[in-house]
């Protein structure tokens, strides 16, 4: 009886939560792991980009792992007490009223399952976090995922209705607004069979035989134009990286294994990616940025676990290739706006990599506009190591450039379709990188089958929308696609990160965090992530609004926005 009068009291403190009218909500499906939002060729759930219309109009968007999609709540601060509440009750007139509650009925009904002893006698625990606008960092421009070859082979099963949705899911400001997409050059492991231009012939020092694109990147080129289309962006920005050099150019006559460029063959390898950026740019398709190569490491040291195409670098030697091949050939050429991204391995390679490169070739680094770091032994390898190098070369861009799960001996080997687990994996690493520094990210496969590949070596993993290559007719969008999409929908070009602190921690296991942003119109978006299976109550003090009080439920996250 007591929880019956408890919702009831609860349901009476929402200040407005009214159902869109701009908004197709997820069709949301139990799967063993979660739940997903389906799509099929006739519908796919979108957002329209909340508009704040007046000053006073703040505007949350939440997700959870209840099954909140994008929800979209909206509050007037001009109503509320301005004085913060602290260590609240429910029954709280005054806290009712300047409250905005997030789904509380859920929370609610959560929170009674654990146990009604402690659902009575629980009070939800307040975090302060204070909001200063005057403190700026770095901006954040830059979202997208990578277009592999396992991608593009995908997408083409799929009817073309359902390939819009994907793109349109992606780009389009009414899905995620990525703007940016990480190709390979040549092929890399999410690919059918490992491939490279001028395989033939060999010893080819001119590449006389890369004189066109493949088919396969003609095939991406076409499916690109269409994605540009559907999502309505002016500008891609499209990243390339090689994977390896073709077999006669290096050292062991391999895709994969212990293997580095052969040093005769360092000017035509610079060469290789100056042809790959002008084919490119001829088919009205041009390249953002390329890297110095993929996971050099695994050529040198990770070839024993590492069985699809790498090739070696140390930092040695691919400084030489950086400073006397690469840099100037592009710098001298018609490509030579094209950016150029060091290093593109894990974070433990930070920064001791560049510091080794500086001393093979003193300038070496210059030819560098960024860096880019991959995520997977983040949990083990703490942000400091980033900060080290971005204290080193401040001006640098830095963008991670590859993510997923499922690649760690521990990990399920695919997709765990629907777990809020692993979205949450990545609110955690996103939250932190943009705290780091980070000037964005590019995810890897942006969509991959039920098994997690398919690829030419059984490499499968997990990815924010997985399509059912068996019937050819649904996708489903995971909870990482909205963990991701909590950030890139919100966060325009030259939005800028500010300062914004918990003010009382409490514990180090303190699941709850947050990240805040200035957008270019002025407003701020704030993502804020609740971890815990309790609702919290979140008191934001914003160096120019004040005091703003907010009640979110248990496993959330939820974009903030107000002007
Ligand atoms: C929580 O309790 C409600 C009401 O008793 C019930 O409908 C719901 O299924 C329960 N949820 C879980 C996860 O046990
Ligand atoms: C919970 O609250 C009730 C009523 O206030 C009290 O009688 C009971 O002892 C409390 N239980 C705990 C575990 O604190
Ligand atoms: C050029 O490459 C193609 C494959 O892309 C190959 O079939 C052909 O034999 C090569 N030409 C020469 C002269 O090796
Ligand atoms: C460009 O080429 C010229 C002539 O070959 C050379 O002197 C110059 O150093 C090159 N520039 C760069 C940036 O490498
Ligand atoms: C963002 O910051 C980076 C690093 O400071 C800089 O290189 C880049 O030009 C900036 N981008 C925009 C769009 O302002
Ligand atoms: C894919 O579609 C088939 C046929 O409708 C269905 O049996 C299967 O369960 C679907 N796969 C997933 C992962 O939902």
């Not at 780009?171 to 995620?176: L, T």
């Amino acid at each position: 009886m007591k929880i019956l009068l408890f919702c009831f009291l609860f349901a009476t403190i929402t200040i407005s939560s009214v159902a869109a009218e701009n908004q197709l909500p997820c069709d949301l499906r139990e799967t063993k792991h979660g739940s997903v939002c389906v799509c099929n060729k006739n519908y796919c759930d979108y957002l329209e980009q909340p508009e704040l219309t007046d000053n006073n109009q703040i505007v949350v968007i939440s997700s959870s792992k209840d099954g909140l999609r994008f929800k979209k709540t909206t509050g007037d601060l001009s109503s509320k007490n301005p004085i913060t509440v602290e260590d609240k009750q429910f029954t709280d007139e005054n806290f009712k009223a300047e409250t905005i509650v997030v789904d509380q009925e859920r929370a609610w009904l959560q929170l009674a399952n654990i146990s009604q002893r402690l659902f009575i006698n629980a009070s939800i625990k307040t975090y302060r976090i204070s909001v200063r606008r005057e403190q700026k960092f770095q901006n954040v421009s830059i979202f997208g995922g990578a277009f592999t070859g396992t991608v593009s082979h995908l997408l083409k099963q799929l009817p073309q209705e359902l390939q819009d949705h994907v793109y349109k899911s992606y780009f389009h400001p009414d899905g995620i607004a990525y703007n940016s997409v990480r190709m390979s050059i040549g092929g890399s492991d999410f690919d059918m069979e490992p491939w490279a231009y001028n395989e033939l012939p060999r010893n080819d020092l001119r590449l006389s035989n890369f004189t066109e694109l493949d088919p396969r990147d003609l095939q991406k080129i076409e499916q690109l134009k269409r994605l540009k289309i559907v999502g309505q962006l002016e500008e891609l920005k499209i990243m390339g990286a090689a994977w390896s050099a073709p077999l006669w150019m290096k050292s062991n006559d391999r895709w994969t294994g212990f293997g580095q460029l052969k040093s005769e063959y360092y000017q035509t390898w610079a060469l290789y990616h100056l042809k790959f950026l002008e084919l490119m740019r001829s088919k009205n398709m041009p390249i953002w940025a390329i890297s110095t190569g993929n996971e050099p490491l695994n050529g040198v040291i990770g070839f024993f676990f590492v069985h699809f195409m790498s090739m070696g670098w140390t930092p040695w030697q691919q400084a030489i290739w950086l400073n006397d091949n690469l840099g100037p050939t592009i710098r001298n050429s018609t490509e030579s706006k094209v950016l150029i991204f060091g290093n593109d391995d894990q974070r433990y390679t930070y920064p001791s990599w560049f510091r080794k490169m500086r001393s093979s070739r003193t300038n070496s680094v210059s030819f560098l506009d960024g860096l880019a770091v991959h995520w997977y032994w983040d949990e083990l390898v703490g942000p400091q190591l980033i900060d080290q190098a971005h204290s080193d070369m401040p001006k640098k861009m830095l963008l991670n450039t590859e993510s997923c799960i499922g690649d760690k001996p521990w990990q399920t080997h695919g997709p765990e379709l629907g777990s809020w687990q692993r979205g949450e994996s990545y609110m955690r690493a996103y939250t932190q990188d943009f705290g780091h520094h980070f000037n964005g990210w590019l995810d890897w496969n942006l969509v991959l089958d039920e098994q997690g590949g398919p690829n030419y070596v059984n490499n499968f993993v997990d990815a924010p929308i997985i399509v059912n290559a068996t019937s050819r007719s649904e996708i489903y969008k995971q909870p990482i696609f909205y963990a991701i999409g909590h950030f890139s929908k919100f966060l325009p070009e030259q939005s800028v990160r500010i300062e914004t602190r918990i003010l009382n921690e409490g514990s180090p296991f303190t699941q709850l965090s947050v990240v805040g942003f200035q957008r270019p119109d002025g407003s701020v978006a704030l993502i804020i992530y609740n971890g815990q299976n309790l609702p919290v109550d979140v008191a934001l003090d914003d160096s120019r609004r004040g005091a703003i009080n907010l009640r979110l439920p248990p496993r959330s996250w939820h974009t903030v926005l107000y002007k």
